[in-house]
């Protein structure tokens, strides 16, 4: 069974950098074809594809974010990690990491496997 479970820090400052890891269990990230992503859903609206890394190690971003988002790996750990820098009021949302089997951006009915999302707050 294929789990992913998100760890990180609750609340944030405005202008700090948000950093979120992903812990998956039963599965390898590097297996070959799935995608690792991170979504997320502000209070009252919707869900919101952020990023994603491949099996192969290669990055997605959404163009609104990009300027501000990474998405790391630590395959050792089978964890990978997203950074949102500069945040501000408006990335106060529930973050959510998921598996796709194939490349999925905002089709989110071919997310499998999802964590439990965690909230993050950014407030001074």
């Known amino acids: 069974q294929v789990q992913l479970q998100e760890s990180g820090p609750g609340l944030v400052k405005p202008s700090q950098t948000l950093s979120l890891t992903c812990t998956v269990s039963?599965?390898?990230?590097?297996?070959?074809?799935?995608?690792w992503t991170w979504i997320r859903q502000p209070p009252g609206k919707g869900l919101e594809w952020m990023g994603t890394i491949g099996w192969s190690g290669s990055t997605y971003f959404r163009p609104s974010l990009k300027s501000r988002t990474s998405i790391s790996r630590d395959t050792s750990k089978n964890q990978f990690t997203l950074q949102l820098s500069s945040v501000t009021p408006d990335d106060t949302a529930v973050y959510y990491c998921?598996?796709?089997?194939?490349?999925?951006?905002?089709?989110?009915?071919?997310?499998?496997?999802w964590g439990q999302g965690t909230q993050v707050t950014v407030s001074s």
């Open positions: 039963g599965d390898s990230i590097t297996s070959t074809y799935y995608y």
């Open positions: 998921g598996r796709s089997l194939l490349y999925s951006r905002a089709r989110y009915t071919a997310y499998k496997y």
